[in-house]
């Protein structure tokens, strides 16, 4: 019988060692993804020593751009349906945000702030002033979200509105956590991640994020586990997830009094409903919409009627 057993746990063991060899993803030096990931209009901007990933779009005249900012392993291209629907009037600017994307890690004048949410407002506050933003339009999701109402608190003067889409801020208890971003959490375990990444961590990831999985394509699988690959960005994500304090510095948010946008998925299982009805209580004025079908991320799982909402909030026509 032991023998048995000393047999089963060595053959467990060749499984496992060989599950790992065909799961091995070593980082990938930024110049590779490039081709893929930035192309035209994509371009690169040094702030401060950070070279960041952004895109730059719209009529250059618009006396009030607007900056959108992804969450927590995402990158620009998040956004790329809504771009297309507000590009032809106004001046839209997405970017990469430190950690993730093509921009990877703080570095820099950055390297040791950490990637808290003040950290990453304040960030994007230099970021505007390189683009020579004196007032702008901000909206954000998830860890975007919370980093745009963070902006909208540190420099009320710049901000002329405000759109949170399953934003972070109030403390919250997810139903549902992606199993990567739990294993990045992980001490010892979280290394081995820095060289092994099954695609299917992301795929899963993703399911979890979209209201409806059936809208998640091979290629948005292939972004979001490519782009993890950027070197650094790993090793960056487990230091955001370790800074990551839910509800730090949330009192703020009831002085805001920038016009604001909170648009839910009400089937978002990372941040749920109720901390968009908290933004919407807390805000004046503020006006919370819902989709029923939707997840944590409505704005890229259907684009065209999430948009319809924020042409009307930025008083453009249907």
């Known amino acids: 019988m032991l023998s048995w057993l000393m047999r089963g746990i060595g053959v467990l063991m060749v499984l496992t060692a060989i599950a790992l060899a065909m799961s091995r993803a070593p980082d990938r030096p930024v110049n590779s993804l490039v081709a893929r990931w930035a192309v035209p209009p994509s371009d690169f901007v040094d702030v401060q020593g950070q070279i960041v990933h952004l895109r730059d779009e719209g009529p250059r005249d618009d006396p009030l751009p607007i900056v959108l900012v992804h969450g927590t392993s995402a990158s620009l291209h998040t956004w790329e349906g809504w771009v297309k629907a507000l590009k032809g009037q106004r001046r839209v600017i997405t ?3 430190p950690a993730f994307g093509l921009t990877g890690p703080f570095t820099g004048r950055y390297a040791a702030g950490g990637y808290g949410g003040d950290a990453y407002a304040r960030f994007a506050l230099d970021l505007a002033d390189h683009l020579k933003l004196r007032r702008f339009v901000i909206g954000g999701n998830s860890l975007g979200g919370d980093v745009a109402w963070r902006v909208a608190v540190l420099a009320p003067e710049r901000v002329h509105q405000l759109v949170l889409v399953d934003a972070g801020g109030p403390p919250f208890v997810p139903e549902s956590f992606p199993l990567g971003w739990r294993l ?20 899963e990831g993703l399911a979890t994020s979209y209201g409806d999985p059936s809208r998640i394509t091979a290629e948005l699988v292939d972004r979001y586990f490519e782009l993890t690959l950027r070197e650094g960005n790993r090793r960056a994500l487990m230091e955001r997830l370790r800074d990551w304090r839910p509800g730090e510095g949330a009192e703020r948010i009831a002085t805001i009094r920038t016009p604001t946008l909170v648009i839910w998925g009400r089937l978002d299982r990372l941040i749920p409903l109720a901390v968009g009805e908290h933004f919407g209580r807390v805000i004046p004025g503020s006006k919370l919409v819902i989709f029923d079908d939707l997840g944590h991320v409505p704005h890229e799982e259907d684009a065209p009627r999430t948009v319809k909402p924020v042409r009307a909030f930025l008083g453009l026509p249907p």
């Not at 010892?188 to 795929?203: D, G, T, Y």
Request: hydrophobic share 60%.
């Open 95 to 97: 970017f990469d945000l």
């Open 184 to 203: 990045a959490r992980i001490p010892v375990l979280n290394q081995v991640l820095e060289w092994v990444l099954p695609r299917s961590i992301v795929a």
